[in-house]
């Protein structure tokens, strides 16, 4: 899937999220996916919530691994762990490049550092693998 | 803080989700945080989506430790395992039960298993660590 | 795979390990794995060393999957995560109790908690999630 | 710490393993640590054992973070994920490559991906956290 198949997609599969998210960057190593907050995502003082960096780490990632295989809907995350460093800035996009790590026949891994535009800092940093359904 | 507390506590610091969680239960040993989506958290076909289980635990947990340290609205998570090992029931509420492991003075560690009513099966199970910060 | 079929497996296929771990309860639930650390296993201070905490859980769950599925020697860890908590007692034996949260006919997920004996503080915590290979 | 005190610091806190762990490099960025296995570190097939690579992760972030503020000894890992990719190489040599994420004042945070020398593949990755006592 390209940059415009995997915009379709989240259009499609993630229709509650998909009008803070936009594909960034796409290339053979993985995807970046931009997040942009919202006062729903955002928690006291401006920052954004755990769970939102999640679901952009969670989303980022699936992506990066249709973007290799094709539209498999029902790739599911089977665990992720999750590490979070650093405040992002108040009220700014987050930007999650997602790298794969391992694409075997039934499960992927692959990594996801969030950061804020500009910034070489990373202000958290996943590791999640996803079961892929064998093919029929 | 006890069962009422933490409820203010959620309706004021969590108001974004606060429609949807609600405290069922409160002991010495942790905090069950109850969870009843809406469409905004659904994944297609009807299932909770895992960032969703994300922050149901993250909640429960930030709420046991509240329940035995007080409002301390600053702790926050530094890094979050999850294992997510069977699908949720379509629609139906999940209930994450909280567990502390350990409640030092800088760092606390628990555990968080989501479950559907009624079931002994675990849906998901986190393991989550916060940080403290020093009393002034 | 009952406790003396487990003892013999450990003997034969951890002959590194075999001597200083031994099998200690055997449950529906799971099994509890024994460490009796050596110099080898020390860090200065008289502690026991993390990856030897590591090694005790790897082993047990590995011994609560092999209980139930039979001798699948090619069972392979996929990844873990482990909390330290506690510092072990110098110099007394660990207790790993495993207990698996799901048997699936891929994978099978569950946690491990290690304490000293006589005592219901967790020292150290891990969830770990093992494939299973197909059976041929 | 350069890289001959950070050798000499592996041959007295890490005696048991300082046979088998040589620093490969050591940079800005973080370190490289090398283990060469015996037959102590095998699992059944000549495949290193996985708690071998977690102590490998565990010995070469530590090194990194000490390369950066000095001799700590009673630096601890609180806790530590990893995820097992690709069978290690028969009887080669396992080089970590521990980079820091973050170091801050109470916690540092990094990763170690753990590869075969000539392979770009990597066999196993960690996430750890460890926590720095206070100055006195």
């Given amino acids: 899937m390209d940059h415009a198949a995997l915009e379709t997609f989240v259009a499609q599969e993630f229709a509650q999220v998909a009008d803070i998210l936009s594909v960034h960057a796409v290339s053979e190593a993985g995807v970046t996916l931009k997040l942009t907050p919202t006062q729903a995502h955002l928690r006291p003082g401006g920052?954004?919530?755990?769970p939102s960096m999640?679901?952009?780490a969670d989303v980022?990632?699936?992506?990066?691994i249709?973007?290799?295989?094709g539209p498999v809907a029902l790739a599911v995350t089977t665990?992720?762990?999750?590490?979070?460093?650093r405040k992002p800035a108040s009220d700014a996009p987050?930007?999650?490049e997602a790298t794969?790590?391992?694409l075997g026949r039934s499960l992927a891994v692959g990594q996801v550092a969030i950061r804020n535009a500009g910034s070489d800092d990373v202000l958290a940093q996943?590791?999640?693998t996803y079961a892929i359904p064998p093919k029929r």
């Fill in 100 to 102: 794969l790590l391992k």
């Fill in 94 to 96: 987050l930007y999650g």
């Fill in 66 to 69: 249709l973007s290799r295989i």
């Fill in 79 to 85: 665990n992720a762990h999750i590490d979070f460093m």
């Fill in 47 to 50: 920052t954004v919530s755990g």
């Fill in 126 to 128: 996943a590791s999640m």
């Fill in 54 to 56: 999640f679901m952009l």
């Fill in 60 to 64: 980022a990632l699936y992506l990066a």
